[in-house]
């Protein structure tokens, strides 16, 4: 089924800004990028999923195994004691040893929470993880998995941040690659009126990211 997905503002990150621009996706393909009553009036009958803000190519995290084997995110039944935020270093250490059970969980919803920054690849060298429980989770979620050419050499900051752009990129440097027809469709929504207020505030304002022409996730 066809889906038109419409934003105030769409940043190909490959071409000009489209105002009132929309990405037509068929499938986990986009087949057409533009002007939003152009690219209805070819697509008749598709579902159309409004959004606000900018809508973007969804973002590539350079650090996914770092944040899923060197950080813990907390159960949201631990949240009373633990926090919500990813636990490293000496917060972690405190944790003790860890089950695998516990371990599996935890990378497991460090994946989600990546996605709910928009994240739609994670860079990892030779494009593969090595160790099986991030190797599974990313699997199953369907992130794509690509290598870490041209990845900084280290973390920026003294802690692991879930958002890609706080390696200091602008947005052609943060997402995994333009949108362009015939391209998966992998993309990202922010509630923020343009790329310098993306830049500006982040990717904790992301409110839907889709995955292969899936929504994967939706701000509430």
């Known amino acids: 089924m066809l889906t038109i997905h419409a934003a105030p503002l769409v940043l190909p990150a490959g071409a000009d800004p489209v105002v009132d621009g929309a990405v037509v996706v068929d499938g986990d393909r986009i087949t057409a990028v533009g002007p939003y009553d152009e690219v209805a009036e070819d697509a008749p009958g598709a579902r159309v999923r409004r959004w606000p803000g900018v809508l973007t190519p969804g973002l ?101 941040d879930l958002d890609p752009f706080a390696e200091g990129y602008d947005l052609p440097g943060t997402v995994h690659g ?28 992301c409110v839907a990211t889709v995955l292969a022409g899936r929504l994967v996730y939706r701000a509430r």
């Open 60 to 160: 590539r995290q350079w650090h996914p195994l770092w944040l899923l084997r060197h950080c813990y995110h907390p159960d949201p039944r631990e949240a009373d004691e633990l926090g919500e935020q990813p636990l490293w270093g000496k917060r972690l250490a405190a944790l003790g040893d860890l089950t695998e059970t516990r371990w599996s969980g935890s990378v497991r919803r460090g994946v989600q929470r990546m996605l709910r920054y928009g994240t739609t690849a994670v860079a990892s060298p030779g494009a593969r993880f090595r160790d099986p429980l991030v190797a599974t989770a990313v699997a199953r979620s369907g992130l794509t998995v690509v290598g870490t050419a041209g990845a900084p050499g280290s973390l920026l900051g003294e802690r692991p």
């Open 178 to 205: 333009p949108l362009t027809v015939g391209g998966r469709a992998d993309l990202a929504v922010f509630d923020v009126p343009d790329d310098a207020a993306l830049r500006e505030r982040g990717a904790a304002t």
